[in-house]
């Protein structure tokens, strides 16, 4: 189903942010450090807004995308990636897509926009966001790959709907 004509996009803004740097690194030790960063999709949930006026805007989504990047020492450290301890670096950063629609949408409809478009539209400001606090706080900037939609039946990228 093509969903995409019952959304436009309102506005995108920074929710929630937490920022966690080890209480046992300096930034000017990193330059003896290999550093291995981990970027991920934390969570993700959806709230139906009831508009004011009914009359000019219909059902309002605000879609909550939380990301997390953590930086670690070398890969051995990745495997202990749960600890808060043994990062280096923590970020987190929660964003918020409003979406107008002029027809209600079925959970199902909004879940798939959630996990494709929405994530579209808020990748950019997280990457921006995580490459800039790095940067301020010392550390070289990760990069941060290109957001690239996978179809889950077989772990490739997804193309435009076939018929």
């Not at 309102?10 to 740097?21: A, F, G, H």
């Not at 981990?38 to 009359?55: G, L, N, T, W």
């Not at 790959?145 to 990228?157: K, M, R």
Request: aromatic fraction near 10%; include cysteine; glycine fraction near 2%.
């Amino acid at each position: 189903m093509n969903i995409e004509p019952f959304f436009s996009l309102l506005t995108i803004y920074l929710r929630e942010s937490n920022v966690k740097l080890n209480d046992d690194i300096s930034p000017l030790q990193l330059s003896k450090q290999k550093l291995l960063g981990r970027f991920r999709i934390a969570a993700q949930d959806i709230v139906e807004v009831q508009a004011e006026d009914k009359s000019d805007l219909n059902c309002i989504y605000q879609l909550n995308t939380t990301f997390e990047f953590i930086y670690v020492a070398d890969v051995d450290a990745l495997a202990e990636i749960q600890s808060l301890s043994s990062p280096l670096l923590v970020i987190n950063a929660k964003f918020t897509a409003e979406y107008h629609s002029a027809k209600p949408v079925t959970p199902n409809d909004l879940q798939q926009w959630a996990a494709t478009n929405c994530l579209l539209h808020t990748w950019p400001y997280w990457r921006e966001y995580c490459q800039s606090l790095q940067s301020r706080m010392g550390f070289p900037s990760s990069p941060m790959p290109l957001f690239q939609l996978v179809n889950q039946s077989n772990n490739d990228p997804l193309e435009d709907e076939k018929k």
